[in-house]
Structures are given as C-alpha cells and as structure tokens.
C-alpha cells in the first residue's frame, strides 16, 4: 500500500502562487512516477502534471504549461508542485496521485493510489 499525503493549499488572489507538497510512505519501492490531478466544483478530475522519478521527465497539461512546475526530492518521497500566476478557475481540490507501472497516464480512473486532496481557491 502506498501512502500518500497533500499539504500546501490555501486561499490566494488570482495572480499570486502556491507551492503544494505531496509526501509518500508505504511501499514506495516501485513507483516510477507521481502526479498531481485536480477537481473543479461540477468537473471532472483532470490531469496536471507528472514527475517520473529516475528520469526526472515531466508531463503537464497543456493549458497549464509555463504556470505550473512540478519536482520532486525521490530522498523524501515528495513531489511538490509550484503554481503560478493563478487563476480562479484554477479553483478546486488538488491530488496526489500513483499507480504501480511506467507508463505516465492521464486518466484518473487509472490510479489506485490517491491522497486526501487539498483545497486551492483564487479569488478575482
């Protein structure tokens, strides 16, 4: 099982940032990459963007390209993702998210591993 925990979230005015963290416990071993999805009131949860681990290759939406940045330190077991420029559409709850297998996949059904989620709202 794998273990995973958000923090980060907050309430920011549209043009401000937010640094979300994501830490892993558990077996962790063989998890190649992580991601962030996120869930808009009414939406559906989208893909964000991914880190994989031993390449450091990252994936990202993209309508979010250029704002959004996504790292991780592989000694912590933690992925962070640094949001800026925000938007209120950019509103909504943020997971953390793994699935066992090297394949990066945006489809959230697809993920077996997911966090409590954290809350981001922009205001205008």
């Known amino acids: 099982q794998v273990h995973l925990v958000e923090s980060g979230g907050g309430l920011v005015q549209a043009g401000g940032s937010l640094r979300l963290a994501c830490a892993a416990s558990?077996?962790?071993?063989?998890?190649?990459?992580m991601e962030w999805f996120r869930q808009a009131p009414g939406k559906e949860r989208e893909f964000v963007a991914s880190i994989t681990w031993r390449s450091g290759e990252t994936k990202y939406a993209m309508s979010l390209k250029g704002r959004f940045a996504i790292s991780g330190d592989n000694v912590k077991n933690t992925v962070y993702l640094q949001m800026n420029n925000l938007k209120p559409e950019d509103t909504g709850v943020y997971y953390c998210?793994?699935?066992?297998?090297?394949?990066?996949?945006?489809?959230?059904?697809?993920?077996?591993?997911w966090g409590q989620g954290t809350q981001v709202t922009v205001s205008s």
């Open positions: 558990g077996r962790t071993r063989n998890i190649e990459h």
């Open positions: 998210a793994a699935r066992h297998g090297a394949v990066v996949i945006e489809d959230a059904r697809e993920y077996k591993y």
